[in-house]
């Protein structure tokens, strides 16, 4: 081969190259994540979404990507956000926090394969035509916590037991929040239980909301399972030390964050498990035949420091209940 021949190949092997890797880097798989949440407090369930897919075979920047969209608790956001995913035409439209972003994803396309993770009760939202075969697009992974909050009712009147009842904090802009207030309404009624709802969809109306709670006297507060509320997990805490209101929620991360108790499954693993089914249906099966995954173990977490600040004894039977305790 001549000098010139060889450098001309060369150069237009170089050339080339950039366009070929453009051209793979076009048809890696996109993730359109859409939550209802916000990115500073979500960072351990995006790290158990991504422990999910790599479980499948899947690292971001490799052989998949994912863009990501947050409402920040605004739920009037999430149909534009989703209609924005889908005009990516992402492979996967998965969906983070709960309900409202789940519906958001159902109702923006039929036809891209959804994904949900941390929905209360998928089948009474109307996301799924059944549990075992959910039909449709969409599939995922359900927490059960709409059956819960009559349990964290029960559990914190156990650790404070008072005339004055409790009161019930839910965000009413959430589509289901209907569900789970209902089952503990009846679960109070049930036990003679004075329950107190108390609603907030904003940061200034939490403030408000527990300065009500205050003057009601409520023994405690039962915080709903509200992807609202996550996303503003530090201010409640914060509010329920500084009106020295005890507290029961739903995940684990309130009690790491200072909260008094938390009942319910693993949010970290709702997003893990979710990520598998992604994964899956990113190597060809499709969501109508992957059925909706349910937890099979509740934890109870309690801490301690947080117990003995707001001057309550812990009972030696919810003690050896715990499954994790925070001294």
Do not use: C
């Not at 569900?179 to 329950?195: C, D, F, H, M, W």
């Not at 709802?197 to 939490?206: F, M, N, Q």
């Not at 693993?269 to 995954?293: C, H, N």
């Amino acid at each position: 081969m001549r000098r010139r021949e060889f450098i001309t190949l060369l150069g237009g092997a170089a050339a080339a190259w950039p366009l070929a890797a453009r051209a793979q880097q076009t048809t890696m798989p996109v993730i359109g994540f859409l939550s209802s949440r916000s990115p500073g407090e979500s960072e351990n369930v995006v790290a158990a979404f991504r422990r999910g897919l790599a479980e499948g075979g899947f690292v971001e920047g490799q052989n998949v990507s994912i863009a990501f969209r947050w409402a920040e608790g605004r739920y009037e956001r999430l149909p534009t956000l989703a209609a924005d995913l889908v005009g990516l035409r992402v492979t996967v439209l998965f969906a983070a926090g709960g309900t409202p972003s789940a519906l958001a994803a159902k109702a923006a396309t039929s036809i891209l394969p959804v994904v949900f993770a941390g929905v209360g009760d998928p089948l009474r939202a109307g996301l799924v035509a059944s549990l075992n075969r959910p039909g449709g697009n969409v599939t995922g992974m359900s927490v059960l916590t709409t059956s819960l909050g009559a349990k964290r009712l029960e559990i914190l009147n156990e650790m404070v037991s008072t005339p004055a009842g409790f009161a019930y904090l839910a965000n009413p802009k959430n589509p289901v929040v209907e569900i789970e207030l209902k089952e503990t309404v009846e679960a109070a009624n049930a036990r003679g239980i004075k329950l107190h709802i108390i609603h907030a969809s904003s940061v200034e109306e939490l403030d408000a909301a527990f300065a009500t709670i205050v003057t009601l006297r409520a023994g405690g507060v039962v915080v709903a399972t509200e992807p609202f509320f996550d996303s503003q997990r530090d201010r409640l805490v914060a509010l329920a030390m500084r009106h020295a209101v005890p507290g029961i929620y739903a995940w684990r991360e309130y009690v790491a964050a200072g909260g008094l108790m938390s009942y319910g499954t693993s949010i970290t693993d709702s997003y893990r498990q979710a990520a598998i089914y992604a994964g899956r249906i990113l190597k060809g099966e499709k969501p109508a035949d992957l059925p909706v995954l349910q937890p099979t173990k509740f934890e109870l977490a309690l801490n301690l420091k947080t117990a003995k600040a707001l001057g309550l004894p812990v009972l030696p039977t919810l003690l050896a209940r715990a499954d994790e305790v925070i001294e």
